[in-house]
């Protein structure tokens, strides 16, 4: 195999005719042959571009997979250029001024005698590309890049003199410390998770910035919801309502305390949480930073009511929580890419199942989880685990003694679930 750059992408697509589109298509099949999904169509485009141009720097899970597709050992951004790839670049120009831009974002931080106004610039585009790419990414790969990425942040902030500069450094680095914190809850490490949310939660407050402390705050609560710990769930949301804020972020503050009313078995709780979440979302005005995974887009309203009212005891949510979930589901998919969160929609078609299923529709409830037993390994996260080892209880439930349907459907879980836990 030839040895190529990583911003050689153009070249090799020209070499065999491939439009952007076609690109697409084929690094799918690779990875479909590998049991793995990739992100949607516009955010896999979007990073295309970003590779090609030397906007972003090549990964080695997409040079891997690169590698694969055009039979050639593409060069990831750690990995240092041979004699060879040398060669190539001043043969072609136009992939010498490509890989030129790439290597300038690095100068930009690491050469500058104090940092510049140009090198914040960067590393709030490459923050906010991945906010937005976390919403259909596996986790892990997420962690890894924004780890990367937070060093160079500390790295600027170490050589950042003006107040302003700092403060700006300050927010992109509680931002990156947000994602860290979300990837660790994904991948089950609720401990991690809340290290990381306090350190973002420093720098928001170090910054002055109320959105991205509401937003930790309302991490936190999540963070304590996935380990049964309610009423500190609800104190931090608390913490976070006391806040000043314009944007959106109080209202998903609301829908936690939905949830919180939930598990502590409060309907009328619930349904004044729900009022005041789509009372606050209605009012919310647009902020800049409030995209992809900082967003609270109005899909995550409909999720959030779903997994609230499917909580309920004794079924009493179930009906509407099968309806708020079809909503949230609808939303996902026909709204913008950068708001559709694949996570959230898988869970959205899990609380369907659980709603149906507490109604008695088991086979009606196996169409929403055949689609969720269908993920792909690396985008099955601890959330997704946890909510199906709920439905397992649910249809251990006396009144399903007897039935096959609900036998085979503990079986299909257990099944999926134990090839989860194995591999995560």
């Known amino acids: 195999m030839r040895t190529e750059q990583q911003t050689d992408l153009n070249a090799l697509c020209a070499e065999r005719g491939w439009s952007r589109a ?20 516009a955010s896999l485009s979007r990073m295309i571009r970003m590779w090609a141009s030397g906007e972003r720097r090549l990964s080695p899970f997409y040079a891997d997979l690169f590698s694969a597709l055009f039979g050639v050992t593409l060069v990831p951004a750690s990995t240092p250029s041979t004699p060879a790839t040398t060669s190539r670049q001043q043969r072609d120009p136009a992939n010498a001024i490509a890989a030129s831009a ?20 960067q590393l709030a585009a ?27 942040i500390l790295a600027a902030l170490n050589r950042a003199r003006r107040p302003s500069h700092i403060a700006d450094l300050y927010v992109i680095a509680g931002q990156a410390s947000g994602i860290l914190s979300y990837a660790a809850l994904d991948l089950g490490n609720a401990r991690a998770a809340m290290t990381n949310a306090r350190v973002a939660l420093t720098f928001a407050d170090l910054a002055g910035s109320n959105d991205l402390i509401v937003w930790v705050r309302g991490t936190q609560s999540l963070i304590a919801r996935f380990v049964g710990q309610y009423r500190k769930a609800e104190d931090y949301l608390h913490a976070g309502m006391s806040v000043q804020t314009r944007g959106i972020g109080r209202a998903r503050l609301a829908a936690g305390f939905a949830q919180c009313r939930a598990h502590l078995g409060d309907s009328k709780g619930v349904r004044a949480a729900l009022d005041l979440t789509k009372n606050l979302h209605g009012k919310a005005e ?9 967003g609270f887009p109005r899909s995550k309203v409909h999720y959030y009511a779903a997994s609230a009212l499917v909580a309920l005891p004794d079924g009493v949510g179930a009906n509407v929580a099968v309806s708020e979930a079809l909503t949230a589901i609808d939303l996902f998919r026909s709204g913008p890419a950068e708001d559709r969160f694949l996570t959230d929609e898988i869970l959205a078609q ?16 196996c169409v929403f989880l055949d ?4 993920t792909a390994e690396n985008q099955r996260v601890s959330w997704h685990r946890q909510r199906l080892d709920t439905i397992n209880t649910v249809l251990s439930a006396p009144r399903f003694r007897g039935s096959r349907t609900a036998a085979d459907l503990r079986q299909r879980l257990s099944t999926f679930q134990q090839t989860s836990r194995r591999r995560s």
Do not use: C, W
């Open 102 to 121: 790439a290597q300038s974002a690095d100068l930009l931080t690491e050469f500058a005698g104090t940092i510049s106004s140009l090198a914040i610039e």
């Open 350 to 365: 899990i609380h369907a199942a659980n709603g149906l299923i507490q109604q008695g529709e088991l086979q009606h409830a």
């Open 22 to 41: 076609r690109l697409v298509r084929e690094l799918r099949n690779v990875a479909a042959a590998r049991g793995v999904q990739l992100p949607g169509d």
């Open 126 to 152: 490459e923050l906010e590309h991945l906010v937005v790419e976390y919403m259909s990414s596996p986790p892990a790969l997420m962690a890894s890049e924004a780890k990367n990425l937070r060093d160079r």
């Open 286 to 294: 647009p902020v800049a930073d409030e995209v992809g995974l900082f």
């Open 371 to 374: 689609a969720v037993l269908r």
